[in-house]
């Protein structure tokens, strides 16, 4: 979708049009070999390893400049390690015979000079990552030996994880639903608290941490679960607990048949209603990040989490498709999270958008109205940052941006 489109998304909200302008234009995107268009195939080292994370997560690419260049390397190739691994567990020609070995001793193969893994991943960007492989070994083996000791360790127990669950058809229970999601996202937030603590950036004892590290990746994992409901419906996988969806309909595929009926908008908001538990974690957890790149790095996924939750509370269109944050949201998100104030007014915002969206006669109300008060509490007092000012008078000066914006779309 061209910036044009993007920018009439925006057009009521003139500050995330100029975010757009200035993330884009400003600067604020490092110019790499991926950018100056030379395939990623023929990179090497360093070059192929950024060029390919820009390649099967721009967000992530983007959001992984926010970190000091201690921990940039490193946590760029723990990123394509998991995406290896997380490749081969996608992939539904690989005989679970197959497939089985090579989760379990993916954390030894990443130390196999020249190792990589022909016709495998579900895209041609996956395709290609597992294909030169062995240039991520390679990155992989250069680093520290700390950072190559916490990835090994997340990467053997997540294998491990994700073997337990690659022959079941979804998950049950809510316990369920919470190790799953510890598997594939809180062991990656023990990984970023082990490399954190391995750089000398933060206190060593960050890396024992390990609920409030669990917490901050289930926040990430169940907000995407939840909003990606009908992408992953029609790809065959059911990440939504039949704990919860079975109270309201008898097989998930139901809510896409009727995404306006009670039940299915009250089985998306209990849903919701679970994620917002784990705020006061994730809370906790950045106000202990004391190096201000590393807070910026873990807090702007988590503000999107909170403004994705808004978007998809009590929203039928979850049922018809993926439901995100208008690109110009996100791009003023990552210019203006930068200290625990902007994440506080962020999230006293959002979850003063979702309390006033819950309805008196859906299920979960109670429980979801206690949940964000909880959480409003936990935020604390504010010093009045200017990250949500433009939030609410975006209404205001909109109309007025409405010609000039128009102008400007004409000139892209």
Same mark, same amino acid.
């Not at 884009?24 to 600067?27: D, H, R, S, T």
């Not at 974690?281 to 004391?290: D, P, Q, S, V």
């Not at 609410?392 to 209404?395: E, G, H």
């Given at each position: 979708?061209?910036l044009?489109s993007?920018i009439?998304k925006s057009?009521?909200h003139p500050s995330?049009?100029a975010?757009?302008?200035?993330l884009?234009?400003?600067?604020y995107i490092?110019?790499?070999?991926?950018?100056?268009?030379l395939p990623?195939a023929r990179?090497?080292?360093?070059d192929?390893?950024y060029g390919?994370?820009?390649r099967v997560?721009?967000?992530?690419?983007l959001?992984?400049q926010?970190l000091?260049w201690?921990l940039?390397?490193?946590?760029c190739i723990?990123?394509l390690?998991l995406r290896?691994l997380d490749t081969i567990?996608?992939?539904?020609?690989l005989?679970?015979?197959v497939k089985?070995?090579? !989760?379990?001793?993916?954390? $030894? =193969?990443?130390e196999?000079? +020249?190792?990589n893994m022909k016709?495998?991943g579900?895209t041609?960007? #996956?395709?290609?990552?597992?294909?030169?492989f062995h240039?991520v070994?390679?990155?992989f083996k250069?680093l520290?030996?700390?950072y190559?000791?916490?990835?090994k360790?997340?990467?053997k127990?997540?294998?491990?994880?994700m073997?337990?669950?690659a022959?079941k058809?979804?998950?049950?229970?809510l316990?369920e639903w919470?190790?799953?999601c510890?598997?594939v996202?809180g062991l990656v937030?023990h990984?970023l608290?082990?490399?954190?603590s391995?750089?000398?950036?933060e206190?060593?004892? !960050?890396?024992k941490?390990l $609920? =409030?590290s669990?917490?901050? +990746?289930?926040f990430l994992?169940k907000t995407?679960?939840?909003?990606d #409901?009908l992408?992953?419906l029609?790809?065959?996988?059911?990440?939504?607990?039949k704990?919860?969806?079975?109270?309201?309909?008898t097989?998930?595929?139901?809510f896409?048949?009727?995404?306006?009926h009670?039940?299915?908008?009250?089985?998306?908001?209990?849903?919701?209603?679970?994620?917002?538990?784990?705020?006061p974690?994730?809370?906790?957890?950045?106000?202990?990040?004391?190096d201000p790149m590393?807070?910026?790095?873990?807090?702007?996924?988590?503000?999107?989490a909170i403004a994705? !939750?808004a978007?998809?509370?009590?929203?039928?269109?979850?049922?018809q498709?993926?439901?995100?944050?208008r690109k110009?949201l996100?791009?003023?998100?990552?210019l203006?999270?930068?200290?625990f104030?902007?994440?506080r007014d962020?999230f006293?915002?959002?979850?003063?958008v979702i309390?006033?969206?819950v309805?008196n006669e859906d299920?979960?109300?109670a429980l979801?109205?206690k949940l964000?008060d909880k959480?409003?509490r936990?935020?604390?007092?504010?010093?009045?940052?200017?990250?949500?000012s433009?939030l609410?008078?975006?209404?205001v000066?909109g109309?007025?941006?409405v010609i000039?914006?128009?102008?400007?779309?004409t000139? !892209?």
């Open positions: 979708m061209g044009g993007e009439l057009i009521m995330e049009i975010a757009m302008l200035k884009k234009y400003g600067g490092p110019k790499t070999m991926a950018s100056r268009n990623v990179m090497e080292g360093r192929f390893c390919m994370l820009n997560s721009r967000s992530f690419a959001v992984i926010q000091p201690e940039r390397d490193p946590i723990f990123y390690v290896g567990e996608d992939d539904m020609k005989e679970m015979k089985a070995p090579l !989760l379990l001793n993916f954390h $030894e =193969i990443i196999k000079d +020249g190792w016709n495998i579900e041609a960007d #996956y395709v290609l990552l597992m294909e030169h240039k070994i390679a990155e250069r520290k030996r700390p190559q000791d916490a990835i360790l997340i990467t127990k997540m294998g491990k994880g073997c337990d669950f022959e058809m979804g998950v049950d229970s316990d919470d190790l799953y510890h598997y996202a937030g990984g608290s082990a490399l954190f391995a750089s000398g950036l206190k060593k004892s !960050l890396a941490e $609920e =409030i669990n917490t901050m +990746g289930l994992q995407n679960i939840i909003r #409901y992408e992953d029609e790809e065959g996988r059911i990440f939504w607990p704990a919860v969806w079975s109270k309201w309909s097989h998930l595929s139901q896409a048949d009727r995404p306006f009670p039940n299915s908008r009250a089985c998306l908001n209990e849903l919701v209603t679970n994620a917002l538990e784990h705020i974690g994730c809370l906790k957890y950045m106000r202990m990040i004391e590393n807070f910026r790095f873990c807090a702007i996924p988590q503000v999107m994705t !939750l978007e998809v509370y009590d929203n039928p269109k979850v049922f498709g993926v439901v995100k944050i110009g996100s791009c003023k998100i990552i203006e999270t930068r200290d104030s902007s994440v962020y006293r915002y959002f979850l003063t309390k006033r969206r309805r299920p979960s109300s979801t109205l964000i959480a409003l936990s935020l604390g007092g504010s010093r009045g940052s200017s990250a949500c433009n609410y008078v975006n209404a000066i109309a007025g941006a000039s914006t128009g102008y400007l779309i000139q !892209l």
